[in-house]
């Protein structure tokens, strides 16, 4: 890969904060311009002041009409977007515009065409149809960047730089020329000796011994099970690969215009496992992430909550931008619902209450033509008199009225620990059962904890956890020394620490800790686990005992496991081969406890412990609400705190012990809450 020099002086403490020039929070979407005529554009103004929208993503698509014929520029039309933009006094997250490589450049140059590990070229036609570690298309990508920095750096309208967009999204793993090279040069820089390369991946196995860096190859298309540890490299690669395309063009930008923040649109949703975006933080001036509901799920609401709680994770606890979400139906689900009323201004509110300074969306104006023209927009197909306008208005409406929280963070005292490597590798194939899938272990325990009314901040194995009460460890797989003395050491200083199933048993080779299992928690949790036993589809077990509040279902897996003195077993298996056997167990550790879950606990069950965990750990929320009502906090630095409430029932709720000036009402609370079927309610609390 071609790199750029490294801007010489940069000085972090001189990026102007993305939202320097806004007041209040950020509103608006992406705005695709070259889409439509002028007219149309001049119409767009009226509306976006009318919707109260302040920042808007542009040339996100726009290389090919920035740059129709190679070197041929056409700046006219995004020159006068810009303009008119400051003019209304709207801010703009402006892009590199190299998230679609045009058509000349990949007839040109059909070698930055991405490839599938079958060896299938993914071709030019849709988007994102490059590679990003090949030279050429970094070559083109970086003097497209340049340019855009040069013509717009000073530009006022400009908030921050976007850089490229989703990057990975469609092609998380590349397994073309170019990343095989790259792949061999990085595992060079971790390794240094094919001997230790060797080691790490265990190559004594299955004649795959190499002699040298240059027989290596990505993971591709194999008769059976390619090297474990092989894949797992090529995961972390990958990840590496597409920042290092990120920091790339954020150098050429840092470079131009030193001052300017800059970002890239992540997608931490549960479903997104390509990038692990907790290594990216440090390059990221302010965290952006992209979410969509899923229109099937009916606890989409609950999923939404942990995405934004794992964008907030990745931002170390400040504030973030929801850079897209959508007003109503995709077009990329099988089928593509509408948002129930009022569903779209809860789900926006949730970002916010759950960390976010900007609400935006894809897009501000329903497209005509193209792939996306079925997606929902602030402005939709039918116009302005639509129950999508009105309800982006009010959203507008809405967010004026909560500019006050605007830097604030989000209180919690719990963690779950979230690892995108343990996801990568507790998902390869040649395992014990190929039906566990990390992250709805996730979460299942975000949503057990959500429905206790428990916030929690998503942390890695290795992070601070000193704040935390509860400290929830979901089938954390791979884990290195490390972060296994870390999560020991919380629960020595006083924190409850719960573990679960397929946690700690491999190093970060995917090598076994050996004698015995969950290798790397066995002495933290007095626990000895001598074989898994995984259950066949639909099979279940009866697991009995007070963690579970009597007796609870669990399916996929169970553990033949033995408990050391002092360890108190909470729950045990009431039927099948594991009949007697413990299933969940507890123990004291230095001034905490530490918890062992051996299985997968139905939703009742999960419901009994998560409930346990949160009371012995003093986690409960101060303010009891009803099921599915969801409250949060955000506190300023000067101590000001918000409590929000989101009622996503379709009954009227009732808070005690809530005492302030509520924002959207503009009333005061004089000691209760009332939360109407399907509101939200943000209150100032009193002092
Ligand atoms: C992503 C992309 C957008 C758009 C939306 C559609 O988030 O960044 O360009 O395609 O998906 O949901």
């Known amino acids: 890969m071609r790199r750029r020099s490294a801007p010489t002086a940069f000085d972090p403490a001189a990026v102007r904060p993305w939202n320097a020039r806004l007041t209040g929070l950020g509103y608006g979407g992406d705005y695709n311009p070259e889409q439509w005529d002028d007219d149309v554009r001049v119409e767009d103004l009226r509306l976006m002041r009318e919707a109260g929208v302040n920042i808007l993503s542009v040339a996100i698509f726009s290389w090919a009409t920035l740059e129709p014929r190679e070197g041929e520029l056409d700046w006219s039309w995004l020159d006068r977007t810009m303009d008119r933009l400051h003019d209304a006094g709207i801010q703009v997250a402006l892009a590199t515009a190299t998230a679609s490589p045009p058509p000349w450049l990949t007839r040109r140059h059909p070698e930055i065409l991405p490839r599938l590990a079958d060896g299938t070229v993914l071709h030019q036609g849709g988007r994102q149809a490059y590679s990003v570690t090949h030279p050429v298309h970094r070559d083109y990508a970086l003097r497209m960047t340049a340019r855009m920095a040069e013509r717009y750096g000073e530009h006022p309208a400009l908030a921050l730089w976007h850089v490229d967009n989703e990057i990975g999204c469609h092609v998380p793993r590349d397994y073309s020329d170019a990343a095989a090279a790259a792949f061999r040069t990085w595992l060079t820089e971790r390794y240094t000796t094919v001997e230790r390369l060797n080691e790490a991946w265990g190559t004594a196995f299955w004649s795959q011994r190499y002699g040298t860096f240059d027989d290596v190859l990505p993971p591709l298309a194999a008769p059976t099970f390619a090297n474990p540890t092989q894949q797992l490299d090529f995961d972390r690669f990958s990840s590496d690969a597409l920042l290092d395309y990120y920091r790339d063009l954020r150098d050429t930008l840092r470079e131009i215009t030193p001052h300017v923040p800059t970002t890239t649109n992540l997608m931490t949703t549960s479903a997104c496992k390509g990038m692990d975006y907790f290594s990216w933080a440090d390059d ?179 992070a601070d956890l000193d704040g935390y009460d509860l400290v929830v460890v979901p089938t954390l797989y791979l884990v290195d020394d490390a972060g296994a003395a870390n ?69 996929l897996w169970s553990e033949k496991t033995h408990v050391a003195d002092g360890t108190e077993v909470v729950a045990a298996y009431d039927d099948g081969p594991l009949a007697g056997w413990p299933a969940v167990t507890r123990r004291d550790v230095g001034d905490g406890t530490a918890w062992y879950v051996g299985t997968r606990l139905d939703r009742a069950g999960l419901g009994a412990l998560a409930s346990r965990l949160a009371q012995s750990s003093g986690t409960t929320p101060r303010v009891v609400a009803p099921a599915g009502v969801e409250v949060t906090r955000r506190v300023a630095d000067d101590g000001t705190a918000w409590l929000f409430a989101i009622n996503h029932t379709a009954h009227d709720a009732v808070l005690d012990d809530v005492t302030g000036a509520e924002l959207l009402t503009g009333t005061t609370t004089p000691g209760v809450l009332e939360v109407p079927a399907g509101a939200v309610r943000v209150v100032r609390l009193a002092a």
């Open 284 to 462: 990221l001036d302010v965290v952006a992430n992209d979410h969509y509901t899923i229109a099937a799920d009916e606890d989409r609401h609950v999923e939404l909550a942990l995405a934004a709680d794992l964008s907030r994770g990745v931002a170390g606890g400040e504030p973030w931008m929801l850079m897209e979400h959508s007003t109503s139906a995709v077009n990329w689900q099988p089928r593509n619902r509408p948002k129930l009323p009022g569903e779209m201004l809860r789900n926006s509110l949730q970002h916010v209450a759950r960390g976010a300074d900007a609400v935006m969306f894809f897009q501000w104006r329903q497209s005509r033509a193209g792939a996306e023209k079925f997606h929902s927009a602030m402005l939709p197909h039918a116009g302005e008199d639509t129950d999508v306008w009105r309800s982006t208005v009010e959203l507008g409406e809405t967010l004026q009225r909560l500019g006050e929280v605007r830097g604030s963070r989000v209180s919690s005292r719990a963690a779950l620990v979230v690892d995108y490597p343990a996801w990568w590798a507790s998902e390869l194939d040649s395992h014990p059962t190929q039906e566990l899938r990390y992250m709805d272990e996730v979460r299942s325990w975000h949503a057990a904890l959500w429905e206790q009314g428990v916030t929690v901040d998503t942390v890695t194995p290795r």
């Open 487 to 555: 999560i020991a050491a919380a629960a020595e200083r006083g924190a409850t620490v719960a573990v679960t199933f397929f946690s700690g048993i491999v190093d970060g080779c995917d090598q076994v800790r050996l004698g015995g299992y969950p290798g790397a928690f066995r002495d933290l949790l007095g626990v000895r686990t001598e074989e898994f036993y995984t259950l066949q589809e639909g099979e279940t077990l009866s697991v009995v005992g007070k963690a579970v509040d009597g007796e609870a279902r669990a399916d």
